[in-house]
């Protein structure tokens, strides 16, 4: 079992940056992969990014590639996602997911636990 917990979310304005931070209770946090989705309002949850058991491999949205990095501390069982460049259509509940299969990390149901997500509001 991992429970997760999201911090950082925000209401910022176009063009600023912003960092999210997930904290994952439990044991074995390498043994998981580790992914940020969102969901804006009347939208479906969406893959943002994922990190693979050590931090060597990661994947991104292509709307988000170049401006978002994801990362993990294995030693703090925290993930995290720096956001650059936020855009209004960045704005949603970010959430932080935690899965074993690294081979699909942008299918949403590869993830078996998820945090309560935090709000990111961007102003453009």
């Known amino acids: 079992q991992v429970q997760l917990v999201e911090s950082g979310g925000g209401f910022v304005q176009a063009g600023i940056s912003l960092k999210l931070s997930c904290v994952a209770s439990?044991?074995?946090?390498?043994?998981?992969?580790m992914a940020w989705l969102r969901q804006a309002p009347g939208k479906e949850r969406e893959f943002v990014a994922g990190?693979?058991?050590?931090?060597?491999?990661?994947a991104y949205a292509d709307t988000v590639k170049g401006r978002f990095t994801i990362s993990r501390l294995n030693a703090k069982n925290t993930v995290y996602l720096q956001m650059n460049s936020l855009k209004s259509e960045d704005t949603a509940v970010y959430y932080c997911?935690?899965?074993?299969?690294?081979?699909?990390?942008?299918?949403?149901?590869?993830?078996?636990?998820w945090g309560q997500g935090t709000q990111v509001t961007v102003s453009s």
């Open positions: 997911a935690a899965g074993r299969r690294w081979d699909a990390p942008a299918t949403v149901t590869n993830y078996d636990y």
């Open positions: 439990g044991r074995a946090f390498s043994a998981y992969v």
């Open positions: 990190i693979e058991y050590l931090g060597t491999r990661t």
